[in-house]
């Protein structure tokens, strides 16, 4: 493992540390995924670097209608005689 990768992984795994609240005992699941970030950028594909900021807020569906939430009216049931 080269220095600097190394070096890039221990800071990405300090600020997801930082990110998740700074908890106990979590230090190998947090270099783990620096390490895979730090590794998918290196040997990815070029779409994958062109997420940017601005291109990750804009999340929001369109052309999608709300769902209609409202209660059903009951049928009345067959052969029901009052």
Known sequence: MTDD???RI????HAIWEQAGRP????QQHWDQAAAEIDGR???PKAKLAKSPAAAKD?????IKPKDNKPKA?????????
């Open 5 to 7: 990768r190394q070096e």
């Open 10 to 13: 221990r800071r990405r795994a």
């Open 24 to 27: 106990d005992g979590a230090h």
């Open 42 to 44: 290196e040997s990815g």
């Open 59 to 63: 999340t929001k569906p369109r052309d």
């Open 74 to 82: 009951a049928k009345p049931r067959k052969g029901s005689a009052s």
